[in-house]
């Protein structure tokens, strides 16, 4: 049997219905983004205004289909960069949190923010703030309830979201918890814990990235096993790339591709590949890894290519990397850094750089 989540909000979610508790529609807060575009003389530039510190970064991003570039960070909110100017979402104009651990724009064109408040989606004018309620079963960070570190949108258009305790599922008419689906054999007693990415694959498989020791989730519509090669069982991200392989990012060690048969291991030999916090997958079909502490390294199928501060990076501490239409790579960095690289050359956005 499955069990409807209650969410707060969710009737903004649907065409017409009655929240939990008898909540209707009026008394849902719905906040109108405010505008206030950040822009300097000349370069624009991240302005931070919510006091964080160098610890702090540039944490995920991508860029929509109207061609808008949105960065989220772990304490300034969400920027949105339009070619011209920075606009910094906060609270203050409706974001659930400052703290946005990921993004995603469904078929539709709304953007959703997963947050240490649960979700919030942006319509292109209003904020709808969607908590859910979870358990924090880990300390990696500060206690977070709510936080949402993944969100992804399967074929069939239904929205998954990863969190500290399970997954949930949005089908356009409710939300729930996907292991409260009686019909899930799960052998393992896997439970989903800090699922930090989630991706369906060419074949229509679901793979969790677990970051509390769970290693590496499948499920194939019936079954939920999991796997930890060479014993590795805290993972960060998921790639598939245009050959169909998958690349698994074990942040404290390595980096493996599975080819549906075997993992190969790519690891400190590999030109010191290890601690990885991001992957993409350019259109040439190069794959950029972003890295905490040896900058950013791009595979093109036969060895890697390093960037680092040698090369203009300012900071070597790398926590997202984003492909724009052009071509140029775009890389978040600690210290709410943002640099965009041309493949020869880095264009500074930050509004203060570390020590250099």
Not at 141 to 158: L, R
Request: hydrophobic share 30%; charged share 25%.
């Amino acid at each position: 049997m499955i069990r409807i989540v209650c969410i707060y909000a969710l009737l903004l979610l649907m065409p017409s219905g009655i929240l939990c508790n008898g909540q209707d529609k009026a008394s849902l807060p719905q906040v109108t983004a405010g505008e206030a575009a950040i822009q300097s003389a000349g370069q624009p530039t991240l302005i931070k205004t919510q006091g964080t510190s160098e610890a702090d970064n540039v944490h995920c991003g991508l860029q929509d289909k109207a061609g808008n570039l949105w960065f989220g960070t772990t304490g300034e909110g969400v920027y949105r960069y339009d070619e011209k100017s920075f606009t910094n979402f906060t609270t203050k104009e409706g974001l659930s949190n400052n703290t946005v651990w990921s993004i995603l724009e469904d078929k539709t064109g709304n953007i959703w923010f997963g947050t240490d408040a649960g979700i919030c989606r942006y319509d292109g004018t209003t904020f709808t703030s969607i908590p859910i309620s979870v358990t924090n079963g880990i300390s990696f960070y500060p206690p977070a309830e709510n936080a949402v570190w993944s969100i992804m949108q399967d074929k069939s258009g239904k929205l998954w979201f990863g969190t500290n305790e399970d997954v949930y599922c949005y089908d356009g008419k409710s939300i729930t918890r996907f292991l409260d689906d009686d019909s899930i054999i799960n052998k393992n007693g896997l439970g989903l814990k800090r699922v930090e990415d989630i991706l369906e694959d060419k074949n229509g498989n679901m793979w969790f990235a677990s970051w509390d020791n769970e290693g590496i989730c499948r499920f194939d519509g019936k079954s939920l096993t999991n796997f930890k090669p060479n014993g590795d069982a805290s993972f960060r991200r998921i790639l598939e790339d245009k050959n169909g392989n998958l690349w698994f990012a074990n942040r404290p060690r390595s980096v493996y591709r599975y080819d549906g048969k075997t993992f190969t291991n790519f690891t400190d030999k590999e030109k010191g590949l290890g601690g990885v916090n991001y992957m993409v997958e350019d259109k040439n079909g190069n794959i950029w890894f972003a890295t905490g502490g040896n900058g950013v390294y791009c595979y093109d199928g036969k060895s890697f290519k390093t960037v680092t501060t040698k090369d203009g990076l300012v900071n070597n501490d790398v926590w997202c990397v984003v492909e724009d239409r052009g071509g140029d790579i775009w890389m978040g960095t600690r210290n709410t850094g943002l640099y965009r690289y041309d493949g020869k050359s880095f264009t500074d956005f930050s509004e203060i750089g570390p020590k250099r």
